[in-house]
């Protein structure tokens, strides 16, 4: 559900640059995000506040 610090995102960009393309991330960890920031410049960011649980049934 959440980014983290974009190891997926990474992986699959050195697999194959040219068919993976990141266009944003969504992460509800401040710490994580600033990881983002930081090594994806350019790509979007969605910082959740707030993670309201619903029941899956």
């Known amino acids: 559900m959440f980014s983290g610090i974009g190891g997926f995102a990474l992986g699959l960009q050195k697999a194959d640059k040219d068919f993976y ?3 944003s991330f969504c992460e509800i960890n401040a710490y994580y995000a600033e990881v983002l920031e930081k090594n994806f410049s350019g790509i979007p960011i969605e910082i959740l506040k707030h993670l309201i649980p619903k ?3």
Do not use: C, D, G, P
């Open 21 to 23: 393309q990141t266009i």
């Open 55 to 57: 029941v899956w049934r």
